[in-house]
């Protein structure tokens, strides 16, 4: 049964070339005819019902594939008028008899009428809209794709569900690049179907006068009946059709079914319903109005207006009520902070310092408080469960408190006691990342986001539609706050990385490997050199979950002799995998590679000295580097992926410290780093100038 349903198209597509090519009799032709109708109509009612446009990605081929079936109908049936003097099925001459009502002229105004309607304005409109449905989801895509990074940076979702949001991203530019095509079709298709009737109508009459000797009233009685017939068939579906793709193509992403949704704003505005009953009344007013009919509707609008208006007051009462119940329950602060440092033992807590703090204005509590709705806790932890599971470590709690010293708006992060980003949020706005090519401007206080330095704006939430539809990515003020948060705990997090937690680590790994601890620490490597060991590692990136590979590869090390800087390169390579899955997309790696002169360069200007090997290369150099360097990152940029040079193991130490202090977000890779599996795309060249 499944073989079958996967053929199912094919054989599908195959019926509809012979049905232009084999003479198909009358009673098969009806049974084509019924079931194009009655596809047109799964097809309306599926578009109808689905909750966003992907749902029916198939929409764009299936359009083709119907088109292209009722022209095959259209073939056939022309066949059968033409050579069976008008006979072309039931079905045709229903739809004729029907709809003629032996009145020729009328029939064909009602005919004109469905297709203009068809081709000027349901035709005409899909096709716009997609036309910049397509340019905005491209426009967009960098956009998002930054969004994703920030959600995936700030613990909101995971590297799955990233990796998922992503190609929903690629499959929505190519449903809506696809529709855009398929709306020429949908267009085509309303201008062949007149293109036939004429033939039908014209050829039949040449061929009724001409081959059978019939007169012109005979003529015209026996082929407009079924050119008429014959034209509705094909266009009441073929409206059908383009009634779907308008629908698909405007239909915007929400929680329900078109039904759902209008019912549901239609129900949320009851002074509209109450003001169209006035105004009906008043029409009745006008002589020649059917009253009846116009004070029934009336009434109908304003009952349906004050029931809906007295339920939402009802729940706007429950509301307040809860609320109110929710704040006379609120615990009592307990003691004042003078009372609370008269006990000389608690002003030591006043002497310590937090690993991770913020401290925000006035204006920021609703975002963090929880009695007040704020999420900033609940995302505080979703993050450090996500960082753990990726990174290797459990990052410590982070201190939240409001500050006076603060403007309202503003926060500050600190690490260890100190301050090391601060921002400004407005909390009644949105933030708006200002994509590459924007459709449109949109109005907004700009600024620089935080996190990533993008250019934005913040813009009012009435202005929120009209930014994404212009191609720009909206954010709301805690996931601004929250993703500066985790970008900045991310760049700072190998100095968390204390004593404490290093032995606990080993206390997780001796679970499973007691022997390797014991042989490793405190033997070959002090618990300090492996903390020094595991910040290198975490300060470019390096997950360190993996204890168990790195406590072996110390090991195999402890024979020639304990460097730091060796044993940490010989672990990355022995952690090349974690490395390239966290760099590598699709099985592709894209670097930037240095010149082999300027390698050759690099090393022989490596240089020794009490702090350590050092580059020791003139300024004009270094600056030709860093020019090419940020060149090449914004190409970087526009695919959303972090930059990454790649260069050979005997410098590849050294090279990043010295690139750390211009550009920290840039990595640098050996060739012995990266898994053999993996093709590299050399994105751009840094060449000795």
């Not at 400004?424 to 907004?444: M, N, Q, R, T, W």
């Not at 910040?535 to 024979?559: Q, R, Y």
Request: aromatic share 6%; hydrophobic share 45%; with cysteine.
């Amino acid at each position: 049964m499944k073989r079958i349903l996967n053929n199912a198209v094919a054989a599908f597509v195959i019926v509809i070339v012979l049905l232009m090519i084999i003479p198909m009799p009358p009673f098969l032709l009806d049974v084509m005819i019924i079931i194009n109708i009655s596809l047109s109509m799964i097809i309306l009612l599926i578009s109808m019902n689905i909750k966003e446009p992907l749902e029916f990605s198939i929409f764009p081929s299936l359009l083709l594939i119907t088109t292209l079936f009722r022209l095959g109908i259209n073939v056939s049936s022309t066949k059968n008028i033409l050579t069976n003097q008008g006979s072309a099925g039931q079905v045709i001459k229903s739809f004729g008899d029907f709809v003629l009502q032996g009145n020729v002229i009328v029939g064909f105004i009602i005919f004109m009428i469905i297709v203009l309607v068809q081709f000027i304005v349901i035709t005409k409109g899909a096709e716009r809209v997609a036309e910049v449905a397509a340019r905005f989801t491209l426009d967009a895509m960098p956009g998002k794709q930054m969004a994703i990074d920030a959600d995936l940076s700030s613990g909101l979702i995971t590297e799955q569900e990233a990796r998922t949001r992503r190609t929903k991203i690629q499959r929505e530019a190519d449903f809506y690049g696809a529709m855009d095509g398929a709306t020429k079709i949908v267009k085509g298709d309303a201008v062949m179907s007149l293109i036939i009737t004429f033939i039908n109508l014209i050829g039949g009459s040449a061929i009724g006068m001409l081959q059978s000797g019939m007169g012109f009233s005979e003529v015209l009685s026996v082929y407009s009946i079924a050119t008429v017939g014959d034209g509705l068939v094909s266009q009441i579906p073929a409206l059908l059709i383009s009634t779907s793709t308008g629908m698909i193509v405007t239909r915007a992403v929400s929680e329900g079914s078109l039904n759902q949704d209008v019912s549901k704003q239609f129900l949320a505005q009851p002074k509209a319903m109450m003001m169209t009953g006035g105004v009906l009344l008043i029409l009745m007013l006008v002589p020649g109005m059917p009253k009846i009919q116009m004070a029934f509707l009336a009434a109908l609008f304003l009952l349906a207006g004050y029931q809906i208006s007295r339920k939402m007051q009802e729940q706007a009462v429950l509301e307040e009520a809860a609320e109110r119940q929710a704040a006379d329950t609120e615990a009592a602060i307990p003691a004042t902070e003078e009372e609370y440092y008269r006990d000389i033992n608690n002003i030591y807590n006043l002497i310590g310092v937090e690993p991770i703090e913020m401290e925000f204005g006035y204006s920021l509590i609703p975002l963090v408080d929880e009695s007040s709705g704020g999420k900033m806790i609940n995302r505080i932890v979703i993050f450090r469960r996500q960082y753990a599971q990726e990174m290797g470590f459990v990052i410590p709690s982070v201190r939240l408190r409001d500050s006076s010293s603060l403007n309202t708006n503003q926060y500050i992060i600190k690490i260890k006691g100190e301050e090391v980003a601060r921002g400004e949020i407005l909390v009644d706005h949105y933030l708006a990342l200002e994509p590459a090519s924007p459709a449109g401007e949109i109005d907004g206080i700009e600024t620089i986001e935080p996190a990533y330095g993008i250019p934005s704006k913040w813009i009012l939430p009435e202005n929120k539609e009209m930014a994404e539809i212009y191609g720009y990515t909206v954010i709301d003020p805690l996931s601004v706050m929250l993703t500066h948060l985790s970008e900045t705990i991310r760049q700072h997090a190998y100095e968390l990385l204390s004593r404490q937690e290093v032995s606990l680590l080993l206390e997780n790994v001796k679970k499973t490997s007691a022997e390797l601890v014991d042989e490793v620490v405190p033997g070959i490597i002090s618990h300090g050199n492996l903390q020094k060991l595991l910040v290198n590692l975490l300060k470019e990136g390096i997950p360190i979950k993996d204890m168990e590979s790195i406590l072996e590869t110390i090991a195999d090390a402890s024979g020639a002799g304990l460097d730091i800087t060796g044993v940490t390169e010989n672990i990355r390579a022995a952690l090349k995998r974690t490395i390239t899955r966290k760099f590598c997309e699709g099985g592709q790696m894209r670097v930037i590679t240095l010149d082999a002169e300027l390698e050759k360069l690099l090393v022989t200007s490596m240089t020794k000295s009490d702090q350590g090997v050092y580059l020791a290369v003139s300024p004009d150099i270094m600056q030709s580097m860093l020019t090419q360097i940020g060149e090449q990152m914004k190409k970087f940029q526009e695919l959303s992926q972090d930059t990454v040079i790649l260069t050979s193991q005997v410098i590849r130490p050294y090279l990043y410290r010295m690139l750390e202090q211009f550009y920290p977000s840039v990595y640098v890779l050996a060739f012995n780093e990266i898994a053999d599996n993996i093709q590299i795309q050399a994105v751009g060249n840094i060449r000795k100038e």
